[in-house]
């Protein structure tokens, strides 16, 4: 049985109410859920967190539903290592109702506590798949979008919300496996001509991605 | 003087190609501006980094402009105190081509070695001023929109790009100190019914904005 670890109270609260399986909860103070009162040393001593907060849940890691649901949009992450990056898109995702990431088998592990934390409860309603993302991108029929240095401007293109939408790596972008694969490659236009500054974190690219994807689609 | 301390080979050279002063350079390697050579031992006991990079600028920190261009648009940040989120607000504000950030006395210092780390060299393009931002928007006589839970959909809005947009802090929004000041709340609205997320991190939320003021404005 595969565990993870969530702490935070507003974070171990949203995943008591979500589908997940709780193990355990371990909580300084009196909390409105069953939990194990330990002292604020017992807490620092299981705590990931520089400064641990009063509650620590376990939960068991669901099965990852194989299955890829061909008619909605993926979010796809090609060697994804920062967990704050990676927990920043799970709630994104969550925030616009996007349901399946695809992340290369090298990406950051999406039940590491830091991930975990700041998905902030996402985690229990966006599907992680870890996949041979080459392998799946071969095999697809789908309109598959990148994002990249120099492709047309997300402002002036329209991005289909049943697309594929690949982001690279913090440090190197799309690898090379990956981009041939890329159909539509995508740009967020620079608007500051005076700056050196040449990309954007991923986490704040993949906001800007699924505000123009899914602005229109309000009623 | 005041100095601060800038890490990573790519931070390190934006920072010497752009106005700010250097003080001193370290390097494990050689490396085509001057600097002095260490080794990793060195390295480790002088930097904030748990993975130290190869190399570390010493810069002298700027002076602020204390005026404030009343035609530009405003970014305002209400105790702000995750120093990577400001870092990335300071990225994502470069892009943009926003030019001033304003920031309550009790945020996170913008010469925060993890500020400077996550703003990838955009610290040394945009101004962050310190004040009581109270004050301020007391005697402003601009359109002050918020982020708030509220508020106008950003999508049916027409956003001013002289405006100021007020971010509030990571854990408790906007204080109500300076929620009055509010002549129009804002929301990115939830396209997930079935989420129980009521915010989204203060980066991402800023990205969405910056992206939504600026769509229009491209040729």
Known sequence: MDLFVAEGEKNVSELLDSDLIKESVFSTKK???????????????????KTPS?????????????????????????????????????????????????C???SVDCFNPKV??????????VNCLYLNLE????????????ACLNGDSIYKTILDS?????????SFGISNSINK???????????NNNSK????????ANAIFLSEIFRNKLN
């Open 162 to 170: 049943s697309g594929v939408y690949i982001f690279g790596s913090e």
């Open 104 to 106: 290369s088998e090298d």
């Open 54 to 102: 009063s509650v620590l849940g376990v939960f068991r890691i669901p099965k990852s539903s194989i299955e890829i649901n061909d008619n909605e949009i993926i979010i796809a992450l090609d060697s994804i290592k920062d967990p704050g990056n990676l927990g920043t898109i799970i709630r994104l995702c969550d925030w616009y109702g996007v349901r399946q990431i695809l």
């Open 197 to 204: 500054i040449d990309s954007l974190n991923i986490a704040s």
């Open 116 to 125: 975990v934390q700041s998905s902030m409860g996402s985690i229990a309603r």
């Open 135 to 146: 392998e799946y991108l071969k095999n697809t029929s789908r309109d598959v979008y990148g």
């Open 181 to 191: 694969y890329i159909k539509k490659p995508l740009t967020i236009p620079l608007f």
């Open 31 to 49: 909390t409105r859920y069953k939990s194990f009162k330990i002292d604020i040393d017992e807490m620092k001593s299981i705590s990931f967190l």
